[in-house]
C-alpha cells in the first residue's frame, strides 16, 4: 500500500506545522484518521502534498500515539495525537520538480486532487480495508516524482557527477564538522595547535574534555599540500592524534591526487605516514549525502 498525506503548505508561515516534519521527521492526525493512520506499518511509501503539488517522497519509519503537546504545533499541541515518523528521501524543496495537481486529476485519475485533497489529511491507496484508489495508481506517481527528481528509492542521486557539484573550502570544513557531530564526536573548527604555530582545519575528540582530538582534518583545495602535510605533521607532534586527514581535490582521478602526496610522506613526512589517510573530497560528499538521511540512526549507533 501507499499514502498521500496532506499537509496543506511546506510554507512555514503559512504552517508553523511542518517544521516538524523537516527537523523530526514528525506528523500527525486526528482521531478522525484513525483507521487509514493504523495501515500505515513501517516502510509503507509515503508522498507529501502541498501548495498543489507533490513535492516530497519518503517512508514510514514509525507509528505512534501519544497525547503530549508537540510544542511546535502551535494550533493545537495536542489535536494530533496519532504520530508517524517519516523517512524523507527529499527534505530540500526549493528545486524539486512537483507533480502538480492538475496532473494527478487528469494523468493519474486522483479525483480528490480536483479540490487539493481538501478536508483530506490522509489518502490511503492498494487493497486495504479503507482505501480510496488501487496501489498500482500509487505506484505510478511515485515512481514518476522519484524519476523527475533523479531519486532512488534509498534516497541518493541515481548518479552522482563531480562536475555538477561545487565545493569551496569552507563548504567541505562544513561538511567534515557535520560529520563529526553526526558520529557523536566533539567538534572544533579552526582549532590552533597548543603552540599556536598551525591552525588545523577541524578536530574530533571523543569527549570535550580530552585534551587531545583522536582525529585531525586539513582539507587542501588550492594544491598546496606541503602546508597542509605541515600542518597535520605538526597536530602529531602536539598532540599523538591517532588518525589524520588530507582530503584532497581532484575531481577526476583521486589516485592521481594521492601519487602526489606520496613522495612526501616517504620523505620529510615519514613519521606520520602510518597514521595519515589521503581521501578524496567526494568520497567525503558521499558519506555525508547518504547518512545525514539516516540522522537519528547513526546518532543512536554511535553513540558512546
Known sequence: MGAII????????????????????????SERYRKGWSRLERGVKVLLYGDGAIRVAGYIKDRSESHEPVNDWVNNPTGYPLHVTLDLLNRDISGVKPIERIELVNRYGIGLAKMGFKGRGLTVFGDVEGATYPWEKFNE????????????????????????????????????????????????????????????????????????????????????????????????????????????????DTERAKRLVEPRIRGAFARISQRLKIVGWADIYMIYENLKRKEELVKVLTKR
Open 6 to 29: 496532506n499537509v496543506v503548505s511546506f510554507r512555514l508561515e503559512k504552517n508553523p506545522h511542518i517544521k516538524t516534519i523537516f527537523e523530526r521527521g514528525l506528523w500527525g492526525f
Open 141 to 252: 506517481i511515485w515512481s514518476e516524482f522519484l524519476k523527475r527528481n533523479n531519486l532512488t528509492e534509498e534516497g541518493l542521486p541515481t548518479m552522482v557527477k563531480p562536475e555538477e557539484v561545487r565545493l569551496s573550502h569552507d563548504d567541505m570544513v562544513n561538511i567534515i564538522c557535520k560529520l563529526g557531530e553526526l558520529f557523536n564526536f566533539h567538534v572544533r573548527r579552526e582549532e590552533w595547535t597548543p603552540d599556536k604555530i598551525y591552525r588545523c582545519d577541524v578536530t574530533w575528540r571523543d569527549y570535550e574534555t580530552h585534551i587531545s582530538p583522536v582525529k585531525v582534518f586539513e582539507v587542501e583545495f588550492s594544491g598546496n599540500v606541503d602546508h597542509a602535510l605541515s600542518s597535520l605533521a605538526h597536530a602529531y607532534d602536539a598532540w599523538r592524534s591517532e588518525q589524520l586527514f588530507l582530503i584532497v581535490e581532484d575531481e577526476k
